[in-house]
């Protein structure tokens, strides 16, 4: 299993540094974030060490999607939410604050004050299909 010997979430999967584990199987590992947005929050990692979705092979991230739901959904029916939001931030500049792709389950409630603003626009005629055939250039 590749592993970062400086990566605090691989220190949490080799059991050293102590962690609060909600799930784990082979390759994920779900454990209580110690810095939460809301009471319940939760981490769900692959326990290989992948710096964020893109270098993170489509069978790691399957390991984790087929958790996510049943985990979210507990955490959300635990916590007696309203919702819940599921985040992957991918560099410094989307929040990432460590390097080892990981995925938040934030239980929500009507009114809590988190996330309260999308901030969303339009796109000027024509712009969507440019910055679509841009990124399809790039598959």
Same mark, same amino acid.
Do not use: R
């Given at each position: 299993m590749q592993m970062d010997q400086d990566c605090i979430f691989c220190k949490i999967v080799a059991g050293q540094i102590p962690s609060v584990k909600i799930y784990e199987d082979d390759s994920v590992l779900a454990? $209580? /974030?110690i810095g939460p947005v809301s009471p319940g929050h939760v981490l769900l990692i692959p326990k290989a060490h992948y710096k964020n979705a893109a270098d993170c092979p489509p069978e790691i *991230?399957? +390991?984790a999607a +087929?958790? $996510? =739901?049943? *985990?979210?959904? @507990?955490? +959300? %029916?635990? $916590? =007696?939410? /309203? =919702? #819940?939001?599921i985040l992957c931030n991918n560099g410094r500049a @989307?929040?990432? *604050?460590v390097d080892h792709v990981h995925f938040h389950i934030i239980p929500r409630s009507s009114g809590d004050g988190i996330f309260n603003r999308w901030p969303a626009f %339009? #796109?000027? +005629?024509?712009r969507a299909k440019e910055l679509a055939d841009k990124i399809r250039a790039k598959l």
């Open positions: 454990f $209580m /974030d *991230l399957a +390991s +087929s958790v $996510m =739901g049943q *985990l979210a959904k @507990a955490v +959300s %029916e635990a $916590m =007696g939410s /309203d =919702g #819940y939001n @989307a929040g990432q *604050l %339009e #796109y000027p +005629s024509g």
